[in-house]
């Protein structure tokens, strides 16, 4: 099993940066690609950004493509998204995940899914 927990939400004002991580315990996640989702209220979750079990591969929305980098540390069992130039349109929580690379950016195929984090854009 793995527990996945993601932290580094909060307030910040639009145009702000923001860096989320998705710490991982039970096994380690070097076995896995990771990815990362969000909702919004009223809105279907969203595929965000995925790397590969190696970091060799990225993926990203085009909602976020060039404001979002996500990178993974294994010595640490974390991932990472660093969030910048932060809209009103990006306030949602936030969500990491583990699956495999094939099927990342379908959140119900995925192996592990952490609880969430919240992240508000203020205008």
């Known amino acids: 099993q793995v527990q996945l927990v993601e932290s580094g939400g909060g307030w910040v004002q639009a145009g702000g940066s923001l860096r989320l991580s998705c710490v991982a315990s039970g096994r380690t996640l070097s076995s896995y690609s990771m990815a990362w989702f969000r909702q919004a209220p009223g809105k279907e979750r969203e595929f965000l950004a995925a790397?590969?079990?190696?970091?060799?591969?990225?993926s990203y929305a085009d909602s976020v493509r060039g404001r979002f980098t996500i990178s993974r540390d294994s010595a640490k069992n974390t991932v990472y998204l660093r969030m910048n130039s932060l809209e009103p349109e990006d306030t949602a929580v936030y969500y990491c995940a583990a699956g495999e690379w094939a099927t990342i950016s379908d959140w119900d195929l995925q192996d592990y899914w952490g609880q969430g984090t919240q992240v508000t854009v203020s205008s």
């Open positions: 790397i590969s079990q190696r970091g060799g591969f990225t």
